[in-house]
């Protein structure tokens, strides 16, 4: 109202019409979504542990919609959340965990709506050795010990970083519950291929690696890199055989393989645009597909086990 006051003192009230509809035009402009779920670009940021998989399912989607482009970032998990809080260019991360309630508030304040999330799959962190390691079965109970020192088995335990990684924040969280890495036996390489080459070139490493980066036989480089290490069975402590179990996809699904973990997207995404459609895709059929042939279990779509008995004779003419 003051700036119309201050026009018509001026005479200059002719001048209004032109700044109310170069006004509306500008807003507009601005609000046009630059992408849809089959058009445009965007960059996303991704745990590393699960680059294999995830690499397939935007080969796949951008094979599926030629006008679109997904570029990923991968980091360190807690990278990904800073992203994510702090980037407004980062609509999109794939991680390991939900938010939490504080994570959530700030969002929500800040965006003015929730940001969604859920969990598309459930991976596995498998121990990789070297092939003439003496043991290759574990329990849970002797891993605490290695990493907190208390059992002295002359290895030397890898991660995919010293810091912020999701898979040092499964070691502290589900394995170590509370106590302190020996630091004396820990080794930080740069990621997940650094651990399987640090592990295949010496033989007391033990290295902790998502499943998707050495459980896949059909990949070739994973089927090679399975003659340089060796996967590592863990106890199930539930399981009344008390089995020793390999981080196998039946493994996941059974949950008989204790090591497993969820696979989240969280999507600050208010429209339909390309983060929205990226994750309708990992959700449904052909996503969960995906995960499934990465020998991940998926987390959407139900995919049952049931014992045959197969008949071995074949029936005379």
């Known amino acids: 109202m003051n700036i119309v006051l201050h026009l018509l003192r001026k005479g200059a009230l002719q001048v209004l019409p032109v700044f109310l509809l170069f006004s509306c035009t500008q807003q507009s402009s601005t609000n046009v979504p630059a992408d849809s779920p089959y058009s445009g670009a965007i960059t996303i940021s991704v745990d590393e542990s699960f680059k294999p998989v995830i690499d397939e399912q935007i080969a796949m989607y951008e094979g599926s919609y030629p006008g679109t482009k997904i570029t990923a970032n991968y980091k360190p998990e807690a990278e990904c959340i800073k992203d994510l809080l ?86 502290i969280d589900s394995i170590l519950k509370g106590r302190q890495f020996d630091t004396s036996v820990v080794r930080a390489v740069k990621n997940s291929q650094a651990v399987l080459d640090y592990v295949a070139a010496t033989p007391n490493a033990i290295g902790m690696v998502g499943i998707s980066w050495i459980g ?40 008989r393989y204790p090591l497993v973990r969820g696979l989240y997207y969280i999507i600050k995404e208010n429209y339909s645009g390309l983060g929205s459609g990226f994750v309708s895709f990992m959700r449904f059929e052909r996503g969960q597909l995906i995960f499934r042939r990465a020998y991940l279990s998926p987390a959407k779509i139900g995919f049952h086990v049931r014992s045959v008995k197969i008949n071995e004779h074949l029936p005379k003419d």
Request: contains cysteine; aromatic residues 8%; glycine residues 4%.
């Open 86 to 171: 702090w980037d407004t260019a980062t609509r999109l991360i794939i991680v390991t965990r939900s938010l939490n309630e504080k994570e959530e508030k700030y969002l929500a304040d800040s965006l003015g709506y929730k940001p969604i999330w859920d969990r598309i799959a459930t991976d596995a962190l498998a121990l990789v050795l070297h092939p003439k390691a003496a043991d290759s079965t574990f329990t849970i109970d002797e891993l605490r010990g290695m990493l907190d020192g208390t059992l002295k088995k002359g290895y030397q335990m890898v991660f995919d970083g010293l810091n912020a990684t999701s898979n040092i924040r499964y070691a």
């Open 216 to 255: 896949n036989p059909e990949i070739k480089e994973q089927v090679e890199m399975l003659k340089k290490v060796k996967l590592a069975y863990i106890n199930c402590s539930w399981c009344a055989d008390s089995a020793f179990v390999k981080p196998t996809q039946l493994g996941i699904m059974s949950r």
